[in-house]
């Protein structure tokens, strides 16, 4: 049973747009990643945070944005959605020294 | 920078075996597994912390070999439930990053 939640999680939208999408986990986790996956599988890093008021990017450079105010939460922001970022978005925390990925369900972007 | 999955996809009948291997051009620390079925979310299958390590999970098996920079993992008489794409995945530097490897899509069929 998961304790990370996305949200949304399927989202159709207009170039240009802003949109956010939220992930929370209930699991007390200080570490927490946004990963990108196309039809093609590959899951790559974009952001990661090792705490709260620490964020830092993956090896996949991405236009989007993310914060950790809170250990619980860790929205990803695109200013201006465009149609190279239809994705497929996953997110996933861990416990220090636990070494296990928990993911959440994922939030599937579409930018028309 | 990510690890290398061989086979990319295999097709199995109910009952035959299957390796899937992951490589890494860099040094490997550790090695975990992750299965992810269609529509769902990646789960966790195993990790594996020591060079040489195996562990198993029901009939799904891997081994660890630090020295290689490689990681295989074995299915062993194939049950239509472990149809789904394998990650294997590895830390980086502090171990606050996690990556994983390119991907292998095993199909199980009747």
């Known amino acids: 049973e998961a304790d990370i939640y996305q949200t949304p999680r399927y989202l159709v939208i207009g170039t240009g747009k802003k949109i956010t999408l939220e992930c929370s986990q209930t699991?007390?986790?200080?570490?927490m990643y946004w990963y990108q996956q196309d039809p093609g599988m590959e899951l790559h890093l974009i952001h990661y945070?090792?705490?709260?008021?620490?964020?830092e990017k993956g090896d996949l450079s991405s236009e989007s944005t993310v914060s950790r105010i809170r250990t619980e939460h860790f929205p990803l922001t695109l200013e201006s959605a465009r149609p190279s970022h239809t994705s497929q978005y996953l997110c996933?925390?861990?416990?220090?020294?636990?070494?296990?990925?928990?993911f959440g369900a994922g939030s599937r972007l579409t930018v028309l | 920078q990510q690890p290398v999955q061989s086979p990319q996809a295999v097709i199995l009948r109910e009952g035959e075996d299957a390796v899937i291997n992951c490589s890494s051009s860099?040094?490997?620390?550790?090695v975990h597994w992750y299965r992810q079925k269609h529509g769902e979310a990646p789960v966790f299958l195993m990790i594996?912390?020591?060079?040489?390590e195996q562990k198993g999970h029901e009939k799904i098996s891997a081994s660890f070999n630090e020295k290689k920079q490689q990681s295989s993992l074995y299915l062993t008489a194939s049950q239509l439930s472990y149809s789904g794409t394998y990650f294997c995945?590895?830390?980086?530097?502090?171990?606050?990053?996690?990556?994983f490897g390119t991907g292998t899509s095993l199909t199980v069929i009747p």
């Open positions: 996933a925390s861990t416990l220090s020294g636990a070494n296990v990925l928990t």
């Open positions: 699991m007390g986790h200080d570490k």
């Open positions: 945070s090792y705490g709260v008021n620490s964020t």
């Open positions: 860099k040094a490997l620390y550790s």
């Open positions: 594996l912390l020591k060079g040489g």
């Open positions: 995945g590895t830390e980086k530097g502090t171990g606050n990053q996690f990556y």
